[in-house]
């Protein structure tokens, strides 16, 4: 069982940057796609970016692309988002989700962190 963290959250203003992190546990790390997703009140789950095992291959969600950034150090089992020109509508929750095999849609991630809440000021 792969079990995820996220960290990095919090309160910050427009136009700010923030890094959000994920910790696995397991020796199984390289398997996985990783990948964030975020919720936005009042709407459903989206896709923000995945990171296939190696780390040579990205794909950004329209929300994202410009703006933030994936990648991984198989090394500590961890996975990043950086987010910089953070915008209110960037506000919501952040999972953290893995699957094996490439992919990006929401339903074929196997494994799911709690989320970190984000919120940007204006």
């Known amino acids: 069982q792969v079990q995820l963290v996220e960290s990095g959250g919090g309160l910050v203003q427009a136009g700010d940057s923030l890094r959000l992190s994920c910790a696995t546990s397991g020796r199984t790390f390289m398997q996985y796609t990783m990948a964030w997703f975020r919720q936005v009140l009042g709407k459903e789950r989206e896709f923000v970016a995945a990171?296939?095992?190696?780390?040579?291959?990205?794909e950004y969600g329209d929300s994202g692309k410009g703006r933030f950034t994936i990648s991984r150090d198989n090394a500590k089992n961890t996975v990043y988002l950086h987010m910089s020109s953070l915008n209110p509508e960037d506000t919501g929750v952040y999972y953290c989700a893995a699957r094996r095999g490439w992919g990006i849609s929401l339903p074929s991630y196997e494994h799911w962190g709690q989320g970190t809440q984000v919120t940007v000021s204006s």
């Open positions: 990171v296939n095992w190696s780390g040579d291959l990205t």
